[in-house]
C-alpha cells in the first residue's frame, strides 16, 4: 500500500497503445518534426479554446524552470507561494534555468496566493531599485501543492492584479488535471489571464511527459534554443506527443485525475471514521493532509504504508500527506484502513 | 527513404516489450527507487567489468553536459574535437550546464584527435595564467561525428596522455554500439582510462533513453542534485531504466548497431558503384559521407530522400551525409540506388 | 544634511596619499604581482593572527557573491538573515555568481540569526532528499543591516553550530569595522570559526575597496580563476592594495569606525529628546532606526535631508534609517535636530 | 625596463588630480547619482557626437563581457577573431556573464575580421537549426590584440556587413585611444555603426577604469540590474566618474596614446637596427612584435627586461611582444637597445 505520490502509479493502457502505434511508423522526422509532434498545437488549442505553441518536456522539474525562464530575464524575480513546489522541490532548477532570477516566497493560507499578499510583495519588492531583483512574474499552482484548488474567481483576481501590475502569470499545472476534474470546469477557464502552463501528465497516467504550453505567443519565439541548451529536447520527439495526444484524447487526462480524486475523498471519509487521526482541512484534489497520533504512523510505516510524514509535534501528533493516483483502487484504501483499525484495537486492548 | 540521420527509426521491439513489463508493477518507487533502476548499476557493470554509476536520462546532449558538468569546474575548459557534437550540434548546452567551462575545438583528421594535437592544445592553453580557462577534461567521440571509430590503441594513447596531464576524459557515446560491432572488441577495451561515459541508446532502438555510466566513482557523488537541477531526473525512472536494462539484455545494442553497420556497407558499396558520386573515406560505422554531382543531390531531394548536404564547392560537387539505422533495410539501400541510376540515365539520354 | 548611507562619505587622507604614493612606482607588475599586493596576506594575517589569503575587489556585492561562490556549489543553499544585504539588496548577484545557489532566509530578532532558528532550518531544508538544494553554508552580516553587533558569544554558537554541521561560515563585514569597534575587541575574536570574511573598506574611508580574506586556506585555491571569469581582478592591483594597506595601517579603519558610531550615539540620544521620533532599539553601530511622525519625515525630505524611510503604519508613523559615516560630524547632526525642532514648534504654533 | 604591457604604467597626474578634486564634496550620491556621474552621458555625447548611455566600470573583462551580455541571449553566439581577448584571456568571463553564449572564433591576418571571414562564418553557423547557438553579434577589437588598427573603411564594411545580417557590434576599445590616435581621426568615425563600446582607460593612465557606452540606447535599458548582479556598480561612483572625465577632458586620452604609440615607433625603429632580431609587420599602435634570437631573448629576461614571449620554433626564433605605455620613456628604450647591443657584442667576440 504505496501512498507516497501520484508518480508511483504505472501508465495508462491508452498511452502505452499510443507509443505502440506511434511505432508503427518505420522512420518520423527527429525533433518535432513527426507527424505527431505537429498536430500537437492543434489539438491543445482546441482543448483551450486559443492559440497555443506546445513544448513536450520530459518532467516536471524542466516543464516550471523552462516556462518560467521564457518569462523573466536573469535579475528579475518571480512570486510564488513560499511553500510551492518550484520554491523547495526543485533543487534550484527555476533560479538556474532562468540564468538566476529570484524566487520570492509569499505567505498564504492553504497553499494558496492572495492578491491582497502579491500587492504587498510587489510593494516590498523595490521595483525600479537597482539593488533588488526585478519582480516580472507570478507563478501559482492549480493543484496547489497543499492539495487545494483555486476557484475561478480566485484566480481571475490574481491574473487582473499580474495585469495591472505588467506581471507575467505561469500556471504550474503538474496536477491541472486534478483541479479541472475538482471543478468541473472547462479547461479553458481556468488558464485565462495565464501566459504559460506546465501541464502536468506524468502524475496522471503517462510515462514522462508534460508540455509547456505557451498561450502568450510572443514568449514561445525563440524558445526552442532555449529547450535545447538545457538538454530538453528530445530526438524521438512522436513518443512524447504520442502521450500527449492520447492524454488528451476521448478526456482520458480527466477520466484519470476524476478518479484519483474520488479516491481520495474515499480515503479522507474513511480516515475520519478512524480514531487518532483527522483530516485536515478539505479534501479538494487527490491529496490528503491528516493529523496522526504518532503511534499510529509507526505502525503504518512498520506496516509498509509508504507516504510522507513530518516531524512530531509537542502533542505527539504528526501531519502525514496521503497521495491517491488514478490507479489508486479502493480495496488497497480499505486495506490501509483496516491496518490502522487493527492498530488501534490492540492499542486499547494493550 | 530517409537517411537524415538514426534517430528517425522506431523503438525495438524489445524495449517496447520491456516498457509493458515495466508496466505491470501496480507501483513503483518514483525518481530511481524502483526495482529496475536499482538494477542498473549491476548490469552495467556486467558489461564494463568494473563499478560504475549509472544514471538514465533522456538525451544525448543531457547526457553530455551533464557528464561534462561532473568533470569541470566553470572556470577550466574541455578539449574536444573542433567538429565535435558538443562544440556544433548541442546550442551551447556544455557551456550552459557546465556554469560556463569553455570548449576548445582542437583539429585532426578524420574527427579524431591525436595526442599530438592535443599537447599542443594543452601548450598553447596557459595552464597556471588566470587569464585562461584552465584545460581539465578531454571530450571524444567514440563513434565520432565523421562516423570513424578509434582502435583501441588510439583510445590508449589518448587516455594515458590525458592521465599523465591530470586531465578527465569524457567520451561522447551517442553511437558507442556502432563502435563496438564495428571493432569487435568488448565494451570494456573501449573505456579504460574513460572518467565517464554518454551511453547512447537512442539511436540504436531506444525510446529516448540515454546512460551516463560513471567510471570515475568520485565524479557520481552529489550528481544527482546537479542532474535534479537541470531537470534531468525524471519521476517515473522505471520506464527510462526498463529500456536500458532490455537494450544491453541479449547483445540487443550490438545486434542493432551490427545491422546499422551492415546496412552502411552496403549502401556504401552499391554508391560507389554509380556514376557521379564517391563515398569519402573507409566507413566504419553506419554514417556514409559521399562526394555528390549536384544534379544527383537536387534529384534525390526531389525524390523524396532525406538526408543531409553541404553547400556545393566550386567544382558542381556536394559533400553529403546517409545515415542508417537498426532498421534500415536493403531493399531501401537498393531503392535509392535505383533513383541515381535512372536518374544519370534520364541525364544520359537527354 | 544626508543621512542615506555611509557610502556618500568621501574618501580619509591616509587613503588618498596612499594612492599618490602607489603611484609612484613607475611601473608595477598588474593582476596582483606588484609588491604592494604582495604584502596583502602578511598584513592581514598579523591583523587576523592566522593565516590568510586576501584578494581585492571593488564592491561589496563581488566580496560576497565571490566569497560564497567558493563556499558553496550550485546544487547547494546558504542560511542567512531573511533581511540580509546578500538576500534583498543585491540583485541577485550571489545566485549567479555561485551558479545558482539558494539563500535560504531565515527570520530572527534584531538582524541576527540564532542557533535554535538555524538548526530549524536545517532540520527543514531535506539534506539528502534530492529535490532540495543542500545546506552548505550560513552567512551573518557583522555588523548586521539592522545595525547590530552579534557578541563573541553569540558568533561562537553559530560557528560551533555551523562546524557541528558540516556547514562553511561567511562573514559580511561590509562594516566590520563599526562592529570591532563597537565591541572594542580584536578582530580576531570575531573570526574565529569563520572560514571567509568579506572585509569592507568602501563605507569607512577607502574609494572603492574590499578585501575578500579567506581563512580557509582550501577556498581559496583556484579562487583567482573565479574571480577573473566574473571581471573582478583589476589589472592595476597596486591601488587598491594601496588602499587596503593604508586602510588597516595605524588602525585607520578603526578610528573611522569609532567616528561613526560616535555621530550615531550622539544622534540617537538627540533625536530621542525629540517629540514625535523614537530611536528603536540599542544603537550598536553606525545606523540608527526610529519611529518618527509622518509629517515629520515629510518636514525633514522638504527640507533636503537624505535617508531611508518605510511607509507610515496606520498610527501615521513611519520607520526610518540614519546612517553616520566615518566623516559625519556632530554639527551636521545638530543642524537636523535643528530641523526637527523647528518643525515641531512651527506646528505645535500652527 | 619592463615591456609586459600597458597596465603595468602609473596613473596620469591628471586623473590622480581629479580623483582629489572629486573628494571635496563632503558628501555625494552613490550608486552613480552624483554629479560627476551625472555628467558622463553628456560628455562623452560630446566626444562621440550621438546620444550614449555610459556606464564605468574597473576591468576590461568586466566591459566587455557586460556590454556583449546586453547584445547577445544565452542560446545565442558571438563572432570574433579567433585571438580575441575576449576568446583567450577572459577566463571564459563573456560566457559566463552573458549566461553561457558561444564564442565563435574567426580566423583572419593581422588580428582582424574580415567580411568574407565573417559570411563565411554566418553560413557555417546553422542560423535557424536549434543545434545550434545562433549568431546575433559581432566583436572586434580596435586596437586589436595583435597591435593592428582597423581603417573607417575596414569598419564601415564590417558594420554593414552587420547590419545587413542583423547582426549587433562590440567593439573591445581597451586600446581605443591608440587607435584613434594612430588612424589621426575622429573618435565619432571608429564608431559608426557600433552598438556599444569598451571604451578603455585604465591601460592608457586611468587607474582602474573603463567605460561602456551604448550607442544603442535598446541595449542600456534595464542594463544597471544585470551589472548590479555581476557585482559591476561601485557605491562610490565619483571615482570612478571622475576619471573617465578628466580622461576625455582637453584630450588626455589622446595624448597618452600618442605617447605611447609615438614610444612604440621608435623601440620598433631602434630594433629593426640591431642584429639577431625583426620587427614583425607594421607597428600600428602601442604593441611591437618581433621574431628574436632565442639568445637574445634570454639574456634580456636574464637582464631583467619584462615582455612576453612565445616558445622557440624550429629556427631558433623566438615571438616576442614589447608594450609600450603612455609614460613609456625614450630613455628606457634606449636602455633596452643597449643591453641588446652589449649581448650582441659579447656574443661575437666570444
Known sequence: MDFTS?????????ILLALSAAN????????????????????????????????PVVTGTAANALALSACVQPWQAILTHEKAHIEIMECGAPEFITGGAKLIGVAGLDGKLSVDALAQAVRDSGQGCLHRSQVAAISIGQTTDAGTVYTVDELRAITQFAKENGLLVHMDGARFANA????????????????????????????????????????????????????????????????????????????????????AQYLAQRLNDQEGIEVLGRVESNLVFASCDQFLVEALKEGGVGFYSEPATADGKQ??????????NFTKIDGLIDLLHGVSMYRKAA
Open 6 to 14: 501520484d508518480n508511483i502509479c504505472g501508465v495508462s493502457e491508452e
Open 24 to 55: 508503427q511508423a518505420e522512420t518520423a522526422a527527429p525533433y518535432g518534426g513527426d507527424r505527431l509532434s505537429m498536430m500537437l498545437n492543434e489539438r491543445f488549442e482546441s482543448l483551450f479554446g486559443k492559440p497555443v505553441s506546445v513544448f
Open 180 to 263: 479541472v476534474a475538482a471543478l468541473g470546469c472547462d479547461a479553458a477557464e481556468l488558464i485565462e489571464g495565464v501566459d504559460v502552463l506546465s501541464f502536468g501528465a506524468s502524475k496522471n497516467g503517462a510515462m514522462n511527459a508534460e508540455a509547456i504550453v505557451f498561450f502568450n505567443q510572443e514568449l514561445a519565439k525563440n524558445f526552442i534554443y532555449q529547450a535545447k541548451r538545457t538538454g530538453h529536447v528530445v530526438s524521438k520527439a512522436r513518443y512524447l506527443s504520442a502521450q500527449l495526444l492520447a492524454y488528451i484524447e476521448n478526456d482520458l487526462w480527466l477520466k484519470n485525475a476524476t478518479q484519483a480524486n474520488k479516491a
Open 319 to 328: 501531519r502525514i500527506r496521503l497521495v491517491c493516483g488514478y490507479s489508486t
